[in-house]
């Protein structure tokens, strides 16, 4: 093995990493790895996991060194070859053919209203659902969804459509057991999304309407590429908003002075990037070195399989003070929950309009006395997705 420099680490092993540990709560064990190295070679997840926030920040932001384009991607398999795991210039021609779709300007004319309308629909079904009802199955999930399938443009599709395309997709991506009922659910959905495209890009050839399918539909994107990005635009685009809901509403009904502080000053922007930090909903995204190399002093062979923990980066104590702590007080650094470099998030002002703007302020106004189920705690769980799964909940 040849590197960068001679005096480089080399990098350690953690055998006693396991996936159900991950799972159930990965804080301990990237507190662990952290003290001994930022980088170790998990087997269990058959990649090295880079857990310091300087080495993951030094990786997204070289394309050159660290390649999105990973070998034997179990993505690629499950949605296509998408921009996601493509380096420019072939990705930067595809991320601008989103255009401004996903953007500010868009988000503004067309769909904050739209999110309002959703906002409405779903608050309805989690007050009929009574006190004592899920937050994520009533709300955040379906909430979501339909948001997303609004700016897909996905008309011919339901929000169980999307909330069951999105799951299977993602398992497809994250089935590092090769079961084959995963990979035939994900399949089945890979299926049933290209059926919902070629019914729709007719019509919205005949009526565009600034959705995404219409925009790429007439940008000339090659069909496969178009099938893939949106693949993974419903594998990302829905699981993320929906845990920064229900773990934001989490965190700060666990917090009463932190809640009455952003219920006095409005600090909704504040509660939602500090939850974003504290519990990243991707923890985990690859990348692959495409020569030796060295990271904080660490040398990395060519070929080497990478895993960033932002969901680590995140809590990294050289850069966040008492880091394992939710605190919408903390001086403001950035996060790295939406990526970084060329792949920075492209829904990121969907997510903050969606969330921030709409779902949280509305939710604390219209349930008053918003609170926990003592009887039924919150769950939480997942390392590479991370969030609140089940959110019992009471009101006034
Ligand atoms: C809180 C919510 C969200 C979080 C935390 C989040 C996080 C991320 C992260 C970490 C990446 C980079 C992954 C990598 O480099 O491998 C990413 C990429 C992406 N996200 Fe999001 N996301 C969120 C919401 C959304 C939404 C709502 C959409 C769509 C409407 C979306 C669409 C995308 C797309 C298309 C990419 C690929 C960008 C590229 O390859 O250039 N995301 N997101």
Not at 166 to 187: F, K, R
Not at 261 to 269: G, H, I
Not at 295 to 321: K, Q, S, Y
Not at 361 to 375: K, N, S, Y
């Amino acid at each position: 093995m040849t590197t960068e420099t001679t005096a480089a680490r080399e990098i350690p092993t953690a055998e006693w990493v396991e996936i159900p540990a991950l799972y159930a709560d990965p804080y301990p064990i990237y507190q662990r790895l952290r003290e001994s190295a930022p980088i170790h070679w998990v087997p269990a997840v058959d990649r090295c996991l880079v857990v310091g926030y300087e080495a993951s920040h030094e990786i997204e932001l070289d394309q050159e060194r660290f390649s999105a384009d990973e070998e034997q991607s179990l993505m690629k398999r499950a949605m296509g070859h998408s921009m996601l795991r493509k380096d420019d210039p072939e990705h930067d021609l595809e991320r601008k053919a989103y255009g401004g779709v996903l953007r500010p300007k868009a988000i503004k004319q067309q769909w904050e209203a739209v999110f309002e309308r959703n906002y409405r629909t779903y608050a309805e079904r989690l007050r009929a659902a009574g006190p004592g009802a899920d937050l994520v199955a009533e709300f955040a999930a379906p909430y979501a969804a339909e948001n997303l399938r609004t700016v897909l443009g996905l008309d011919n599709a339901s929000p169980e459509d999307l909330q069951r395309w999105s799951q299977t997709l993602i398992d497809g991506t994250g089935n590092y057991a090769d079961d084959p009922g995963v990979w035939a659910a994900a399949e089945r959905s890979s299926r049933e999304v290209d059926e919902a495209m070629d019914e729709m890009l007719p019509v919205l050839r005949d009526k565009p309407d600034g959705s995404l399918l219409s925009v790429l539909g007439a940008s000339g994107m090659p069909l496969e590429a178009l099938r893939a990005n949106m693949k993974m635009t419903i594998g990302g685009g829905l699981n993320e908003p929906r845990d920064a809901v229900a773990t934001t509403v989490w965190a700060l009904l666990k917090h009463p002075d932190q809640l009455a502080t952003v219920l006095a000053q409005s600090r909704w922007q504040d509660a939602f990037e500090e939850c974003l930090r504290w519990t990243a909903p991707i923890g985990m995204y690859p990348r692959q070195t495409t020569r030796d190399t060295e990271v904080a002093g660490m040398a990395i062979p060519r070929g080497t399989r990478l895993g960033i923990v932002i969901g680590a980066a995140n809590r990294d104590p050289e850069v966040f003070d008492d880091p394992e702590s939710y605190d919408i007080d903390r001086p403001r650094k950035p996060h790295l929950a939406f990526g970084g470099g060329n792949h920075f998030c492209a829904g990121a002002w969907v997510a903050r309009t969606s969330v921030v703007r709409v779902a949280l302020p509305r939710l604390f106004a219209d349930f008053p006395g918003l609170r926990l189920d003592p009887a039924h705690p919150a769950t939480v769980g997942g390392w590479v997705f991370r969030g609140v799964l089940t959110l019992p909940v009471h009101w006034d």
